[in-house]
């Protein structure tokens, strides 16, 4: 079990965890905590939850979703953890988060998602959309020049605009879309190998049971106790192999 010391609010913000528990923290990486750190392949979102606007970085390198303690303060819905959580920050320090935001609505572009939100006092941003948001709507489309992630939901994508997105229409985000499920729908094996496998599909078929029994049935006769051969490899001539 983790010691965590118990802080008060005048104390500060971070705690000591013993050696050999780091395994079991949360992470919030390096870009989710210094601005100026953020990686050309970063996106921020315009996030609403409950009437407040808020900037989200979509940010694989953080282990859950996060959102700023005061921002949070603006938000119903909040409640205690059982027990505290532990979160190693960039930089090796731990923060320890006693709130959270649970089964969280939010919304981004039109689009609702529900997730749970741990309240830690960010800096840079009003909240992060982590590793566990991307795992549970994977696979996605992303494209990082035009600044957007398309997330596949009920047989269509749902596009998410980030913030500072390049001038582009519609029909080339649905056209870039088009060409990943293109890819997606590639048979495998040439036409010609297809069309084969379609005619006999039902010879191609994986096997769910043994063969039916047939009028002749062909089997190998073992000899009882006889050991497998072992024969020393021999070398054969250029001429014999031509």
């Excluded at 089964?103 to 749970?116: A, M, Q, R, V, Y």
């Excluded at 939901?153 to 582009?168: K, Q």
């Excluded at 649905?174 to 599909?201: V, Y």
Aim: aromatic fraction near 6%; charge should be negative.
């Amino acid at each position: 079990m983790l010691e965590i010391l118990q802080l008060s609010e005048s104390d500060n913000e971070y705690c000591v965890v013993e050696e050999g528990h780091t395994e079991s923290l949360m992470l919030l990486s390096t870009a989710a905590c210094d601005q100026t750190k953020k990686s050309a392949k970063s996106m921020v979102l315009q996030v609403q939850i409950q009437g407040q606007q808020l900037l989200c970085l979509v940010d694989s390198g953080s282990s859950a979703c996060f959102i700023d303690s005061e921002k949070a303060r603006l938000i119903s819905g909040r409640c205690p953890l059982l027990k505290p959580l532990l979160v190693k920050v960039a930089g090796g320090a731990v923060l320890q988060c006693t709130e959270q935001i649970p089964n969280c609505t939010w919304s981004s572009n039109g689009h609702e998602f529900t997730d749970s939100f741990c309240i830690l006092p960010l800096k840079s941003y009003d909240g992060i959309i982590g590793l566990d948001w991307l795992t549970k709507n994977s696979p996605m489309i992303t494209h990082w020049d035009m600044n957007w992630i398309a997330v596949h939901r009920d047989g269509e994508f749902l596009v998410l605009h980030g913030e500072g997105e390049m001038e582009v229409t519609h029909a080339i985000i649905e056209l870039h879309i088009a060409e990943e499920e293109t890819k997606l729908d590639k048979p495998e094996h040439p036409p010609g190998i297809q069309n084969l496998l379609d005619q006999f599909a039902a010879v191609f078929e994986e096997p769910t049971g043994l063969p039916p029994s047939r009028q002749y049935d062909h089997r190998i006769p073992l000899i009882p106790g006889a050991q497998p051969i072992s024969l020393r490899p021999y070398r054969v001539a250029p001429e014999l192999k031509k």
